[in-house]
């Protein structure tokens, strides 16, 4: 099975600021992976998905990059609104597996 | 309105059966395959399993693979998640979710979600 390891766990960032999360996969899944956010009793909510393709709705301030074991998760330019967990999720072979999540928190 | 809403949650017993179901609306159900996720307490998302469009191909989570079935009810845009033999390891918050492209694609994203049923295995 593929497993998936976000970097960091937790970050803190003030309105603004760009920042990056990282996602490994234990082998590899070409660009077959996809970024959600979630809020605490909301659904999550995907962002993209194939690494790169920004989802209808979510701002331009959200980009990925990334293929084979590599990706990036950046948001540049912090709103209030980007307070959530992010998790990365790779949809390249069952069991699909999900990242351990990283907690962007407010500093 | 697209939507996707759990129901059959609650407390159960270690070693006990419950069936969670997952009605779907505002879009074509049977175009498009549905997955089961889940979250336990202080843990992130974990995928538990698939199941595509016709009902013909479900894949498993080794962690519930022998005890956990999916199947759906094309008629009544509904699945389903049989969970046997329950244990404390099972408590969360269960939520389904459908595949970004429908028909038979491999590969696809999860992108509506549902709110999710809250599932307590406890004595």
């Known amino acids: 099975d593929i497993q998936m390891t976000q970097s960091p766990s937790s970050l803190s960032a003030s309105v603004g600021d760009r920042v990056t999360i990282s996602c490994r996969s234990s082998?590899?899944?070409?660009?077959?992976l996809n970024w959600y956010q979630h809020k605490v009793g909301e659904a999550p909510k995907l962002l993209l998905s194939?690494?790169?393709a920004l989802q209808g709705g979510v701002p331009s301030r959200f980009s990925g990059s990334g293929s084979e074991t590599d990706f990036t998760l950046t948001i540049s330019g912090l709103q209030p609104e980007d307070f959530a967990t992010y998790y990365c999720?790779?949809?390249?072979?069952?069991?699909?597996?999900f990242g351990q999540g990283t907690k962007l928190e407010i500093k | 309105q697209v939507q996707l809403v759990e129901s059959g949650g609650g407390v159960v017993q270690p070693g006990r059966s419950l069936r969670l179901s997952c009605a779907a609306s505002?879009?074509?159900?049977?175009?498009?395959?549905i997955h089961w996720v889940r979250q336990g307490p202080g843990k992130g998302l974990e995928w538990l399993a698939v199941?595509?469009?016709?009902?013909?191909?479900?894949y498993y989570a080794d962690s519930v693979k022998g005890r956990f079935s999916i199947s759906r009810d094309n008629s009544m845009n509904m699945v389903y998640l049989q969970m046997n033999n329950v244990s404390s390891e099972d408590t969360a918050v269960y939520t389904c979710?459908?595949?970004?492209?429908?028909?038979?694609?491999?590969?696809?994203?999860?992108?509506?979600w549902g709110q999710g049923t809250r599932v307590t295995v406890s004595s």
């Open positions: 199941i595509t469009f016709d009902g013909n191909q479900k």
């Open positions: 505002g879009f074509t159900f049977s175009s498009f395959g």
């Open positions: 082998q590899s899944i070409a660009y077959y």
């Open positions: 999720q790779q949809s390249y072979t069952t069991p699909y597996s």
């Open positions: 194939t690494a790169s």
């Open positions: 979710a459908r595949d970004s492209r429908d028909g038979y694609k491999p590969r696809s994203a999860l992108d509506i």
